[in-house]
Structure formats: C-alpha cells, structure tokens
C-alpha cells in the first residue's frame, strides 16, 4: 500500500500567516492527489483535487501543488475558519489511503 | 445536492458482525463509485474501501477478508459488514461519493459512531 507522511503534525499560526503542510508518498502517485478538512465532530470536506485543482466554492487561499511523491497543501492568509485538522489521500493506486493528518491551531 | 446518510447499530458485541447502510438521496447511485471510510476516536482517516455501484471492490488490506461493501441500487443504498469485530473496529464511520478520472471524494455523509463493546 502506498504510505503517505505528512508534516508537521502539529501546526500552530497566527491569523494573516501564509502556511504550508507537506505529504509525501512512499510511491509515485502521478498528481492524484487530494486534500481534506476535517473540523471536530464532521465528517472531511474535500478542499483540492488533481493535486492543484481547488473543489468548487473552497477560498482561494488555498492551493496545492506537487506531483509524484511530494506534494504541499498552503493557506496564503490563514483565517480563523481554518482551524482543523487536514489529510492528504492518494488515489492513484488502490488501495486508497490517507495521511496522517495535520492539525491546525490558531494562535 | 447529493446527501448521504448513515445508519446501523450503534453497539456491536465482540466478534458479532458490524453491519452499516448508507442512503443516497439527491442523486443516483448509478456511474459512481462509494466509499467506506473510518475514523477511531482520536486518530486519523483509514480508507476501508469502495464499490462500484455495478458490483466490483477494492478493500484496504488491513481488512480484506472481514470488510464487504455491497449495493443495491434499487434501494439508492451502500452497505458494509465487518466481521469479527474487535474494540479496534470501534470508530466513527462514514460513506463517500468517490469520483474517479479526477479522483476524489467530493460527497460524505456525517458518519455513525459504531463501539464494540461487551
């Protein structure tokens, strides 16, 4: 199965700060890529897709961008709203799997 | 907008089966792939696996063996059994839309929390 490693675990930035998590594959995953938000107690919300393609009606302070093995999620002006945990999953070979996640505080 | 919800027993005792439906509404349930996805209590996502809604699996390796995905389209439902369930089966699981060429999940239902527990 295709192992992905995300960091930092933890991540905590101010409002107004430009933030960056990695996810790395233990294998060539081409650009299919996804990253979610997940807030306490919902279930995930697919931000970014295809690696860079923002899912319909997420701000533009997101982006992502990567291709093969490493990959990064950033939030150009982090936001209260932000707040969460977030997941990469790749889904270019099955079985499908995701990160371990990164948690997002707001100082 | 699509919606998906799950449903099933919320306590399930040790090696007895857990069994879980997902209803789609909003949309059919035909051309797309459905995933099963779990979550134990303070811990991250772990991807169970998914169907096409005309029959062919993928299962995480994990639990290939004691994880079955099954459809019924006439009912607009996604079902999964897990058999032999342990305390590490207990988590919040959930269902997902999983769209595939440009593959993502774009759809989730809230999740059930399903505890095994005697």
């Known amino acids: 199965d295709v192992h992905l490693t995300q960091s930092p675990s933890v991540l905590s930035a101010s409002v107004g700060d430009r933030v960056t998590i990695t996810c790395r594959a233990s294998?060539?995953?081409?650009?299919?890529l996804a990253w979610y938000q997940q807030k306490p107690g919902k279930a995930p919300a697919l931000l970014i897709y295809?690696?860079?393609t923002l899912q319909s009606g997420v701000p533009s302070r997101f982006s992502g961008s990567g291709f093969g093995t490493e990959f990064t999620l950033t939030i150009t002006s982090l936001q209260p709203e932000d707040f969460g945990t977030y997941y990469c999953?790749?889904?270019?070979?099955?079985?499908?799997?995701f990160g371990g996640g990164t948690k997002v505080e707001i100082k | 907008q699509v919606q998906l919800q799950e449903s099933g027993p919320g306590l399930v005792r040790p090696s007895e089966t857990l069994s879980l439906t997902c209803t789609v509404s909003?949309?059919?349930?035909?051309?797309?792939?459905w995933s099963w996805i779990r979550q134990s209590p303070g811990k991250g996502l772990e991807y169970i696996g998914h169907?096409?809604?005309?029959?062919?699996?993928n299962y995480a390796s994990s639990l290939r063996g004691r994880a079955t995905i099954s459809v019924d389209t006439s009912k607009n439902q996604v079902s999964l059994k897990l058999t032999s369930v342990t305390a590490a089966d207990t988590a919040v699981y959930f269902c997902?839309?999983?769209?595939?060429?440009?593959?993502?999940?774009?759809?989730w239902g809230p999740g059930t929390l399903v505890t095994v527990s005697s």
């Open positions: 997902a839309r999983l769209i595939t060429g440009q593959h993502r999940n774009d759809y």
């Open positions: 909003g949309g059919s349930i035909n051309k797309f792939y």
């Open positions: 169907i096409y809604y005309t029959g062919p699996t």
């Open positions: 294998e060539d995953t081409s650009n299919y």
């Open positions: 295809s690696a860079s």
């Open positions: 999953q790749q889904v270019n070979n099955y079985p499908l799997t």
